[in-house]
C-alpha cells in the first residue's frame, strides 16, 4: 500500500484553515510599509500639534513684547499734586513734560442759561418758523452781541410736526450744538431751560423767524417768545457765560470749560471752585517704577517661553526616557530660539548720541541655558541714570528735526536710520476767490433777495444752499460765518467729509477746502441771480484754485505727495514713513529706530502672521499627511490584490491536493486487484 501521510498532513480538504493562512500572510507583507505610514503620519501630526502650541507661546510672548513698544509701557507718567478741592488733574498722557507746575484758580467757568415764559403744559404750541443760534459774548449790559465767527451758526426748524414745547426741547437737543434745552415745572407752570456750552465765548444770540410773516424778535407771542437779540430778549438770562480763570506757573491763562487739557500738554485737570488765595502743585515724573516692571515682565515671559516650547524642540524633561519632541529635528522650530538669541545679544539699528545700543548693557544676561537674568546693580544705575536712552534702546523712537516736518507713521518695511527731508513743494488747499463785491449788499437784510447757489468741493456737489436774507449779519464776517455754517450743515458735503472755511477779504469773499492736495477745488454751482450779483458766488467770474500735493525728497529719492503727507519711494530704506508737511515746511532730518522690542515684535511677525512662516510650514505638513493618505489607500490596494492572489494560490494547491487524493485512492484500489497484492490473498 502507498503512504498517504503526507497527503495526509497537509490536509488536502479537511485540515487547512486557507483564509487564516492567506490573513496571516497579507498582514506580515503589509507590517513593514504600514508601520512606516503609521510613524509618518504620527509625526506629522504630533508636529502640527506642536506647531499650534509654538503659536500659542510665541503669541503669549509678543504680548509681553507688544508692552513695550506701547507707549504705555516704558513713556508712561506719574503725577503728585497738592490735595485740594479746587482743582485735581484727572488723566495724564505719556507727551506730558516732567517738570513741576504750580496752579492758583481765580474763578470757574460758567454756562449762560435762559428760561421762558411759562406754559401751562408742555404740548402747547410754540409756533412755527426757525430759530438760528450764533456763538459769541454779550457786553455787560447785553447791549451788544459779537460773533465768533470760528463757530458756525445753526438753525432749527419748528413745523408743525413739531410746534410744541415738547417739539422745541427735542429740536435744540437733536441740533447736537452744544446747546442743551430741558422743561422744568415750576410748581404751577413749565418753563423752557436753555443752556448754553461754558464759557464767555459760548453765549448765545438767539433770532427767530416766524413762519407766514417776518419777525421783530420783540414780540412776546409765538415762536418770537424765544427770541434773545439786542433790544428784543423775550428769554430770561439767568447767568452768564464766564470762563475759568487761572495762573500756570505765574502765567495768566482763561478756558472756556472747567475741564482743562491744553494749558500742560497731556495733563488734563478739572477745575472744580474758586480758590484765589491757594497754590496747587502738580509734579510730573516718568514713572519708572512702571517701566521697571514691565521690562521685567518681558524677561519673564522669554524664560517661561523657552521653558514651554522645550518639550517641543528639545527633551521632554518630565519623560522616564528623555524622548525628544516632535520639532526636536525641524529646522524653522529650531531656528526660533537660534534667531531669538541672536536679536537679543545684537545692537539696536538706528541708535545715535545714546549710552545704550543693546539690551546687554542694561544688565540683562544670557545665560548658558539661553534664559535671560538681571544683573541687579546695572538695571537699577541704568534706571536711574539712563532712563531717557532706556526708552530709546527699548521701544520705538522716532524724531524730526525740522518744524513742520512731522513723522505720522512707519510700516514693518521701513528700515531704522536717519533720513534727509526737502521739501520743493509745499501742500495747499484748494480755494475759490468769489468776484469782487461792491459791499452794499453785504448784511443782507429783510429786502426779498435771494442767495442760493451749490457748491462743489473736492469733488463732491452739495444740495441747494439758502442764506437766509432776513436777517442783519451786522458785518461782513457775520455774513461769512453764516455762509460757512450753511455750507458745512450739507448733508452730502458731510457724507463725503468735505467742509470749507469761509472768510471776507478786502473786498470778497473766499471759500477754501479742508482738504490739501490737487484733488482740493472748491467752485460754484448754480447760484441765484441776487448771490451772484450781490454775494460774487458766479460760475465764470469766480476764480477757482486747486490744491497742491507735497513734493519733496526723503534720503536724497524722490518721494510720493498726496495732500500734505509725503512718503519715500518705494522699495528705499525709508519706505513706510509717512511725513505730515505743514504749508511752511523746508528740510529736516528724520530719525527712526524700532528699539528693541519693535525689531523683536517684528520678527515675531514673521512667524505668526497670516501666511507667515509658521502657517507655510503647517501646510506642508498637511500635503504630507495627504500624501500620506494616498500612500494608505495605494498600500491596501496592494494588499487587497495580494489576498485575492493568494487566495487563488490556495485555491489551485486545494484542485491539486484534492487531486492527489483521487489518485492515491485509485491507485490503493489498483494495488487491492493485483495478484498477490490483494487483501483476501494474504
Same mark, same amino acid.
Do not use: C
Given at each position: 500500500?502507498?503512504?498517504?501521510?503526507?497527503?495526509?498532513?497537509?490536509? #488536502?480538504?479537511?485540515?487547512?484553515?486557507?483564509?487564516?493562512?492567506?490573513?496571516?500572510?497579507?498582514?506580515?507583507?503589509?507590517?513593514?510599509?504600514?508601520?512606516?505610514?503609521?510613524?509618518?503620519? &504620527?509625526?506629522?501630526?504630533?508636529?502640527?500639534?506642536?506647531? @499650534?502650541?509654538?503659536?500659542?507661546?510665541?503669541?503669549?510672548?509678543?504680548?509681553?513684547?507688544?508692552?513695550?513698544?506701547?507707549?504705555?509701557?516704558?513713556?508712561?507718567?506719574?503725577?503728585?499734586?497738592?490735595? *485740594?478741592?479746587?482743582?485735581?488733574?484727572?488723566?495724564?498722557?505719556?507727551?506730558?513734560?516732567?517738570?513741576?507746575? $504750580?496752579?492758583?484758580?481765580?474763578?470757574?467757568?460758567?454756562?449762560?442759561?435762559?428760561?421762558?415764559?411759562?406754559?401751562?403744559?408742555?404740548?402747547?404750541?410754540?409756533?412755527?418758523?426757525?430759530?438760528?443760534?450764533?456763538?459769541?459774548?454779550?457786553?455787560?449790559?447785553?447791549?451788544?452781541?459779537?460773533?465768533?465767527?470760528?463757530?458756525?451758526?445753526?438753525?432749527?426748524?419748528?413745523?408743525?410736526?413739531?410746534?410744541?414745547?415738547?417739539?422745541?426741547?427735542?429740536?435744540?437737543?437733536?441740533?447736537?450744538?452744544?446747546?442743551?434745552?430741558?422743561?422744568?415745572?415750576?410748581?404751577?407752570?413749565?418753563?423752557?431751560?436753555?443752556?448754553?456750552?461754558?464759557?464767555?465765548?459760548?453765549?448765545?444770540?438767539?433770532?427767530?423767524?416766524?413762519?407766514?410773516?417776518?419777525?421783530?424778535?420783540?414780540?412776546?407771542?409765538?415762536?418770537?417768545?424765544? $427770541? %434773545?437779540?439786542?433790544?428784543?430778549?423775550?428769554?430770561?438770562?439767568?447767568?452768564?457765560?464766564?470762563?475759568? $480763570?487761572?495762573?500756570?506757573?505765574?502765567?495768566?491763562?482763561?478756558?472756556? *470749560? !472747567?475741564?482743562?487739557?491744553?494749558?500742560?500738554?497731556?495733563?488734563?485737570?478739572?477745575?472744580?471752585?474758586?480758590?484765589?488765595? &491757594?497754590?496747587? +502743585?502738580?509734579?510730573?515724573?516718568?514713572?519708572?517704577?512702571? #517701566? &521697571?516692571?514691565?521690562?521685567?515682565?518681558?524677561?519673564?515671559?522669554?524664560?517661561?517661553?523657552?521653558?514651554?516650547? &522645550?518639550?517641543?524642540?528639545?527633551?521632554?524633561?518630565?519623560?522616564?526616557?528623555?524622548?525628544?519632541?516632535?520639532?526636536? $529635528?525641524?529646522? /524653522?522650530?529650531?531656528?526660533?530660539?537660534?534667531?531669538?538669541?541672536?536679536?537679543?545679544?545684537?545692537?539696536?539699528?538706528?541708535?545715535?548720541? +545714546?549710552?545704550?545700543?543693546?539690551?546687554?548693557?542694561?544688565?540683562?544676561?544670557?545665560?548658558?541655558?539661553?534664559?535671560?537674568?538681571?544683573?541687579?546693580?546695572?538695571?537699577?544705575?541704568?534706571?536711574?541714570?539712563?532712563?531717557?536712552?532706556?526708552?530709546?534702546?527699548?521701544?520705538?523712537?522716532?524724531?524730526?528735526?525740522?518744524?513742520?516736518?512731522?513723522? !505720522?507713521?512707519?510700516?514693518?518695511?521701513?528700515?531704522? @536710520?536717519?533720513?534727509?527731508?526737502?521739501?520743493?513743494?509745499?501742500?495747499?488747499?484748494?480755494?475759490?476767490?468769489?468776484?469782487?463785491?461792491?459791499?452794499?449788499?453785504?448784511?443782507?437784510?429783510?429786502?426779498?433777495?435771494?442767495?442760493?447757489?451749490?457748491?462743489?468741493?473736492?469733488?463732491?456737489?452739495?444740495?441747494?444752499?439758502?442764506?437766509?436774507?432776513?436777517?442783519?449779519?451786522?458785518?461782513?464776517?457775520?455774513?461769512?460765518?453764516?455762509?460757512?455754517?450753511?455750507?458745512?450743515?450739507?448733508?452730502?458735503?458731510?457724507?463725503? !467729509?468735505?467742509?470749507?472755511?469761509?472768510?471776507?477779504?478786502?473786498?470778497? %469773499?473766499?471759500?477754501?477746502?479742508?482738504?490739501?492736495?490737487?484733488?482740493?477745488?472748491?467752485?460754484?454751482?448754480?447760484?441765484?441771480?441776487?448771490?451772484?450779483?450781490?454775494?460774487?458766488?458766479?460760475?465764470?467770474?469766480?476764480?477757482?484754485?486747486?490744491?497742491?500735493?507735497?513734493?519733496?525728497?526723503?534720503? @536724497?529719492?524722490?518721494?510720493?505727495?498726496?495732500?500734505?503727507?509725503?512718503?519715500?519711494?518705494?522699495?528705499?530704506?525709508?519706505?513706510?514713513?509717512?511725513?505730515?508737511?505743514?504749508?511752511?515746511?523746508?528740510?529736516?532730518?528724520?530719525?527712526? +529706530?524700532?528699539?528693541?522690542?519693535?525689531?523683536?515684535?517684528?520678527?515675531?511677525?514673521?512667524?505668526?502672521?497670516?501666511?507667515?512662516?509658521?502657517?507655510?510650514?503647517?501646510?506642508?505638513?498637511?500635503?504630507?499627511?495627504?500624501?500620506?493618505?494616498?500612500?494608505?489607500?495605494?498600500?491596501?490596494?496592494?494588499?487587497?490584490?495580494?489576498?485575492?492572489?493568494?487566495?487563488?494560490?490556495?485555491?489551485?494547491?486545494?484542485?491539486?491536493?484534492?487531486? /492527489?487524493?483521487?489518485?492515491?485512492?485509485?491507485?490503493?484500489?489498483?494495488?487491492?486487484?493485483?495478484?498477490?497484492?490483494?487483501? !483476501?490473498?494474504?
Amino acid at each position: 500500500m502507498i503512504d498517504n501521510n503526507i497527503i495526509q498532513s497537509i490536509g #488536502a480538504g479537511s485540515g487547512i484553515d486557507t483564509s487564516n493562512i492567506v490573513e496571516q500572510l497579507v498582514e506580515i507583507e503589509r507590517a513593514g510599509p504600514q508601520l512606516r505610514l503609521d510613524t509618518k503620519k &504620527e509625526l506629522y501630526e504630533s508636529q502640527i500639534s506642536d506647531y @499650534g502650541s509654538l503659536k500659542s507661546a510665541m503669541s503669549t510672548l509678543q504680548t509681553a513684547i507688544q508692552a513695550l513698544t506701547d507707549e504705555e509701557g516704558l513713556y508712561s507718567k506719574t503725577a503728585s499734586f497738592t490735595e *485740594s478741592d479746587a482743582l485735581v488733574p484727572t488723566t495724564l498722557d505719556t507727551d506730558t513734560q516732567t517738570g513741576t507746575y $504750580s496752579f492758583v484758580v481765580s474763578d470757574i467757568a460758567q454756562s449762560q442759561s435762559f428760561s421762558s415764559t411759562t406754559f401751562s403744559d408742555p404740548t402747547d404750541a410754540v409756533g412755527e418758523g426757525t430759530l438760528t443760534f450764533s456763538f459769541g459774548s454779550w457786553d455787560a449790559g447785553l447791549t451788544a452781541f459779537t460773533q465768533d465767527t470760528d463757530q458756525d451758526q445753526v438753525t432749527v426748524t419748528i413745523d408743525s410736526s413739531n410746534n410744541t414745547l415738547n417739539g422745541l426741547r427735542d429740536a435744540i437737543n437733536d441740533a447736537d450744538m452744544n446747546v442743551q434745552a430741558s422743561i422744568v415745572n415750576n410748581g404751577s407752570n413749565y418753563v423752557l431751560l436753555i443752556t448754553a456750552e461754558s464759557g464767555a465765548s459760548n453765549e448765545l444770540e438767539i433770532t427767530v423767524s416766524e413762519s407766514g410773516g417776518s419777525p421783530t424778535n420783540t414780540d412776546s407771542s409765538d415762536l418770537s417768545r424765544f $427770541s %434773545f437779540v439786542a433790544g428784543g430778549q423775550q428769554l430770561t438770562q439767568d447767568q452768564e457765560g464766564k470762563d475759568a $480763570s487761572l495762573t500756570v506757573n505765574g502765567l495768566a491763562v482763561t478756558r472756556s *470749560s !472747567n475741564t482743562i487739557s491744553d494749558v500742560v500738554e497731556g495733563l488734563t485737570l478739572d477745575v472744580l471752585k474758586s480758590a484765589p488765595t &491757594e497754590t496747587i +502743585t502738580v509734579t510730573v515724573s516718568d514713572d519708572k517704577a512702571f #517701566a &521697571e516692571q514691565t521690562i521685567r515682565d518681558f524677561v519673564d515671559a522669554y524664560n517661561a517661553f523657552l521653558e514651554e516650547i &522645550e518639550p517641543l524642540v528639545g527633551v521632554d524633561p518630565e519623560s522616564e526616557e528623555g524622548e525628544r519632541g516632535s520639532l526636536y $529635528s525641524d529646522s /524653522l522650530a529650531k531656528s526660533v530660539t537660534s534667531q531669538f538669541r541672536s536679536l537679543i545679544s545684537s545692537t539696536v539699528t538706528g541708535l545715535s548720541d +545714546t549710552n545704550y545700543t543693546a539690551i546687554t548693557n542694561l544688565g540683562i544676561r544670557t545665560e548658558l541655558d539661553g534664559t535671560l537674568t538681571i544683573d541687579e546693580n546695572d538695571f537699577s544705575t541704568a534706571l536711574e541714570s539712563n532712563f531717557e536712552d532706556i526708552q530709546r534702546l527699548m521701544a520705538p523712537y522716532t524724531s524730526s528735526t525740522g518744524s513742520g516736518i512731522e513723522v !505720522n507713521s512707519y510700516g514693518d518695511q521701513t528700515q531704522a @536710520g536717519s533720513y534727509a527731508v526737502s521739501i520743493t513743494t509745499n501742500p495747499a488747499k484748494g480755494y475759490v476767490d468769489a468776484a469782487t463785491t461792491s459791499g452794499t449788499y453785504l448784511a443782507p437784510n429783510t429786502n426779498g433777495y435771494t442767495y442760493t447757489f451749490k457748491v462743489n468741493v473736492n469733488g463732491t456737489e452739495s444740495g441747494t444752499i439758502t442764506i437766509p436774507t432776513d436777517v442783519d449779519y451786522g458785518s461782513s464776517d457775520e455774513l461769512a460765518n453764516a455762509i460757512q455754517s450753511a455750507i458745512n450743515a450739507d448733508s452730502t458735503l458731510q457724507a463725503n !467729509n468735505a467742509s470749507v472755511i469761509v472768510s471776507y477779504s478786502t473786498d470778497h %469773499f473766499v471759500l477754501t477746502s479742508n482738504k490739501y492736495g490737487s484733488s482740493s477745488t472748491v467752485s460754484f454751482v448754480d447760484p441765484s441771480t441776487d448771490a451772484d450779483t450781490h454775494l460774487g458766488f458766479s460760475t465764470t467770474t469766480a476764480t477757482t484754485t486747486s490744491g497742491v500735493d507735497v513734493a519733496g525728497t526723503v534720503g @536724497g529719492e524722490t518721494g510720493f505727495g498726496l495732500g500734505n503727507v509725503l512718503r519715500p519711494k518705494l522699495d528705499s530704506n525709508a519706505d513706510g514713513l509717512n511725513l505730515i508737511v505743514s504749508e511752511t515746511a523746508t528740510t529736516s532730518t528724520v530719525n527712526f +529706530t524700532r528699539g528693541f522690542s519693535g525689531e523683536f515684535d517684528v520678527l515675531i511677525d514673521q512667524f505668526l502672521q497670516t501666511n507667515g512662516l509658521f502657517d507655510q510650514r503647517e501646510d506642508n505638513l498637511t500635503i504630507k499627511l495627504d500624501d500620506i493618505d494616498e500612500d494608505q489607500t495605494l498600500l491596501d490596494s496592494r494588499m487587497d490584490a495580494y489576498h485575492e492572489r493568494l487566495m487563488q494560490q490556495f485555491i489551485a494547491m486545494e484542485n491539486i491536493l484534492n487531486g /492527489l487524493n483521487s489518485s492515491g485512492s485509485f491507485l490503493e484500489n489498483l494495488v487491492n486487484t493485483l495478484p498477490f497484492t490483494a487483501s !483476501n490473498n494474504r
